[in-house]
């Protein structure tokens, strides 16, 4: 069983090639090895959180040797878009990762992210994040409640002041001074809690649509005022890890990449980690030949849906969303939405619920876009994502659907 798993983690894995910034140059990279193989120095010095697991310990548990294990990491280097010559650095950083503390905070949110994280199923990952990553404090998985969880949460912030990071998972209400969201046996508001827990926090995390752009709570007419973590935390590195869920191995690459830099992933102008999201679902889906062909399923049931034709006309929103979904993908990493038949719906972007979720493609949507179409970038795009896009799309599939008739009459 367990080395089953292996293979379907390696799938997951091995099919995100690496996608290396050769702008940068040879000096840039050997620089950043340099200051990789100083961090985990460091890190050996120091002890085990909490008498957490050998994460080597763990993995020979599980029947996984030496051999399988590298390259997981060679894997896990390209996931993180970085040479091959970081992976020893690599699997010397998952093994460290018990030296650094995890505090997880739940707020205005469905626990979601928790659950996918609980039940990816892969040999190391749950075993990382329960075993070996020292997870201080999260509401939903502690056994402890009420003044006994406040006093644990204080105790590992005070202990680990400055240095652990923080993750964040739900919106935070803003309606009613706070009121529509409070927490523990002082009913400290979602607010109050997550600016003091903030505070100490060496980097912070907002896991899931929820946190990062305040998510299904937050759509119209939004009654609890609810926001993301990026509008309340102010003067802290902070990433964005969006989607409705997040995808676990996201929330491990970017625990991982602090554990061998000790610093934030490189992000995009949404504070979204590149290494995950510099994908735009469109271009790695495999369903775009159809949409360059103008083969599109017309409505549900028919032909162009037996045949696995592209989903834009009944909504597909793959166009302008970004996100590696398309790659990495979920359940062991064998399928995901558009391969069951079903369009994107743009979870990882901004206010997606009122914008993107609607089975109706972005063209036939009164929405203003950005300039531009389907081959910007994802800085290109930016911050006009919050705008939506469609008009780009709309042309490009109209293009597409043109050149497709053309080569049908022309076959006639």
Request: contains cysteine; negative net charge; hydrophobic residues 40%.
């Amino acid at each position: 069983m367990a080395m089953d798993r292996l293979e379907s983690v390696k799938k997951l894995f091995t099919a995100q090639s690496a996608k290396v910034d050769t702008n940068k140059g040879d000096a840039y990279y050997d620089e950043l090895y340099l200051k990789c193989q100083a961090r985990l120095d460091e890190l050996k010095k120091l002890k085990p959180l909490n008498n957490r697991l050998d994460f080597r310990e763990s993995i020979e548990e599980e029947g996984i040797g030496r051999r399988d294990f590298l390259k997981w990491a060679s894997a896990t280097t390209a996931m993180l878009m970085l040479p091959a010559s970081f992976t020893p650095l690599v699997a010397e950083a998952a093994i460290l990762m018990n030296r650094v503390p995890v505090i997880w905070l739940e707020l205005q949110d469905c626990a979601g992210n928790s659950e996918a994280l609980l039940r990816c199923d892969g040999p190391t990952i749950d075993e990382i994040v329960l075993d070996i990553v020292s997870l201080e404090f999260h509401e939903t998985l502690q056994a402890a409640s009420g003044h006994q969880a406040e006093k644990q949460m204080e105790e590992a912030m005070e202990h680990f002041k400055g240095k652990y990071l923080l993750f964040v998972e739900g919106s935070i209400p803003m309606g009613m001074n706070g009121q529509f969201g409070t927490i523990g046996a002082k009913a400290e508001t979602f607010h109050d809690h997550l600016v003091r827990v903030a505070a100490d926090a060496a980097a912070v995390v907002a896991v899931g649509s929820c946190a990062t752009y305040g998510g299904i709570p937050a759509a119209a007419p939004n009654p609890t005022d609810a926001v993301g973590v990026m509008d309340v935390v102010k003067g802290k590195p902070l990433i964005n890890i969006p989607a409705c869920p997040a995808n676990p191995s996201n929330m491990v690459g970017v625990i991982l990449h602090y554990v061998l830099t000790g610093s934030i992933p490189e992000l995009d102008s949404l504070l979204r980690p590149k290494f995950a999201f510099g994908y735009r679902i469109h271009d790695n889906c495999e369903r775009r030949a159809h949409f360059d062909a103008g083969e599109y399923v017309e409505e549900w049931g028919d032909e162009g849906a037996k045949n696995n034709f592209c989903l834009y006309k009944v909504g597909c929103k793959g166009p302008m969303t970004f996100n590696n979904c398309s790659i990495v993908r979920y359940n062991e990493g064998v399928n995901w939405p558009i391969g069951v038949g079903r369009g994107c719906i743009g979870c990882s972007e901004p206010d997606f619920w009122d914008k993107y979720a609607y089975e109706r493609p972005m063209s036939d949507a009164h929405i203003k876009a950005p300039t531009g179409g389907v081959e910007k970038t994802v800085d290109e795009f930016g911050l006009g994502l919050l705008t939506a896009a469609g008009v780009g799309i709309g042309i490009h599939a109209a293009a597409s659907a043109l050149a497709g008739k053309r080569v049908d009459e022309g076959e006639e």
